[in-house]
Structure formats: structure tokens, C-alpha cells
């Protein structure tokens, strides 16, 4: 076996990598806006000779890699194109002609990506491997549609769950979360969705505002807004689906007043210095 290396490419500018090996850059791609990706995750596919990019992935940002291979290799309706451990061993064998792999992923790939995962099994088999941080839908996809997670007075801190685990059960998680005042944000939940507001409804929160938004950020977003006790009807009656984020707490009832506000600059003539 290969003795693993880990030099700091984040200093370079030249994005060298060993040409024996190659190496695996592990990117997180934002949300689902593709200006939503940082600069540093561009650079990344600016440098890329094969890109292996999941379901969340807007396909423009492979734009940004015109001369690499591109593999899809996501999920889609619980259909996988490649196992977990395909995924890895391709990452493996093209790192192994002296390719530069970039693992594209939505959101941050180091909340509910795996990213951890991949680059460990390539760092084993002696791979330089990297990552770029991206921006994470459990807080950027609230703010998009104008939630906050925290806010003095309504939440002073907020959880970020996962609302299945990879038993396909419910997150012991969620329970505890529903005892506190926190904020709850949690990410692949829709099939859970009543089990996860019978939770809260044992807490007495039936009146707690939730928000459900689907394929946030994208031209395909769509919203849902009600209470622990209407969100299931809500859901039903606008058809929301996964891809999709949903978020428990006080804060969601500060979303019309943000609204109310960026509406009232626009009537009274006066633009705004971004355009969004």
C-alpha cells in the first residue's frame, strides 16, 4: 500500500498535484444557484480533469470544466448510478493515471455529503486529497427565502438534522430537538414528515410555525408555510417533494416582515444596489 501524503495545495497557485498518483479534490457546490458556488470551488474545476458530480449539481457548473470528463454519479428517485463503493473506486482509478479528481457535491460536502468518507478511503490508498468548502443549504436555503435561523428574542440557536438515517429510520435526534426552543432544520425528511410533527405535537407545539421549501435556490423553488398541526395538508394540497429542507421554529414568522420590507424599498423607487 501507498504511503499516504497530504501536501497544503491551498497555498500553491499553480494547483500542482503529484502526476504519479493524481489527486482527489473533494467541492461543494452551494445550494442549487450556481452563483452560489465559491471562488475557490471554480478554481478547483478550472483545474479538473474529471469531475464526478451528484443529483443536487447544477449542470451549468460543469461549465466551468470544458475539458474534463464529466461522470454522473447520483441519485435520482432512489435509482443510484453508481454505489457508494463504485463512486470510490472510480475516484480511485482515474487518481490513479495522474488525473486531478474533483468530487463535485451540493451544498457543504461535510454536512450530510460524505465527503469524509471518500477522502479517507482515497488518503488510505496513499491519494493527495483536498477539500473546498461550498455553502450549505441548511442555512443558505432558509436565507434565500428570507428565514433567518437565529434571530435575538425568537431562536438563539438552531440543529441541523438529518431526518432519516442510513437505516432509513427517523433520527433520534429529532425528539430531542423538539424539546428545545431552538430552531430545526432538518434536511431528507419529506418521507418522515408526520412522524416528525407527531414529535413536536407531543411537545405541545402544535401552533409552531414550519416552513417547507423545495429545490431552494433553483428556478424550480418551491415554498410551503403553515403550522406543526397544518404543514402535512400544506404539503399535500402544493405537492412538495425532496428535495427539500424543513425548518421549525418562531423564525419562520419573520419571513413576511422581511418581505413586507424589501417590498416597500421597491415602492417607494429605490433600487437595489443587488441584483438577485
Given amino acids: 500500500m501507498r504511503k499516504p501524503y497530504w501536501n497544503d495545495w491551498r497555498h500553491t497557485e499553480n494547483w500542482s498535484w503529484n502526476m504519479r498518483n493524481g489527486k482527489l479534490t473533494v467541492v461543494g457546490a452551494g445550494p442549487g444557484d450556481v452563483d452560489l458556488i465559491t471562488l475557490k470551488g ?3 474545476l478550472q483545474a479538473a480533469d474529471v469531475v464526478l458530480y451528484d ?46 479528481v474533483v468530487r463535485l457535491k451540493g451544498g457543504d460536502p461535510f454536512v450530510f455529503g460524505r465527503g469524509a468518507e471518500e477522502m479517507e478511503y482515497a488518503a488510505e490508498l496513499g491519494l493527495e486529497v483536498a477539500v473546498v468548502p461550498g455553502i450549505s443549504s ?5 436565507a434565500s427565502q428570507n428565514i433567518p435561523v437565529t434571530k435575538r428574542g425568537s431562536a438563539e440557536s438552531f440543529w441541523v438534522i438529518t431526518g432519516t438515517t442510513k437505516e432509513h429510520k427517523l433520527s433520534n435526534d429529532v425528539a430531542l430537538a423538539a ?73 419562520v414568522n419573520h419571513r413576511q416582515r422581511l418581505l413586507d420590507i424589501q417590498s416597500e424599498y421597491q415602492y417607494k423607487g429605490k433600487k437595489s444596489l443587488v441584483k438577485v
Fill in 138 to 142: 441548511s442555512v443558505s436555503v432558509p
Fill in 42 to 44: 471554480v478554481k478547483a
Fill in 179 to 251: 424539546k428545545s426552543s431552538a430552531t430545526v432544520i432538518i434536511l431528507m425528511g419529506m418521507s418522515k414528515l408526520g412522524e416528525i410533527m407527531e414529535l413536536f405535537k407531543q411537545e405541545g407545539k402544535e401552533r409552531t410555525p414550519v416552513a417547507i421549501i423545495q429545490n431552494g435556490t433553483t428556478e424550480h423553488e418551491k415554498i410551503g408555510i403553515g403550522t406543526v398541526a397544518s404543514i402535512e395538508n400544506k404539503a399535500k394540497e402544493q405537492q412538495l417533494s425532496n428535495p427539500a429542507i424543513i425548518i421549525i421554529g418562531e423564525v
Fill in 55 to 100: 443529483a443536487l449539481v447544477s449542470a451549468a457548473l460543469l461549465d466551468y470544466a470544458p475539458q474534463a470528463e464529466k461522470i454522473f454519479v447520483g441519485k435520482r428517485k432512489g435509482c443510484y448510478t453508481y454505489q457508494q463503493e463504485q463512486i470510490n473506486e472510480l475516484i480511485v482509478q482515474r487518481a490513479d493515471q495522474g488525473l486531478h
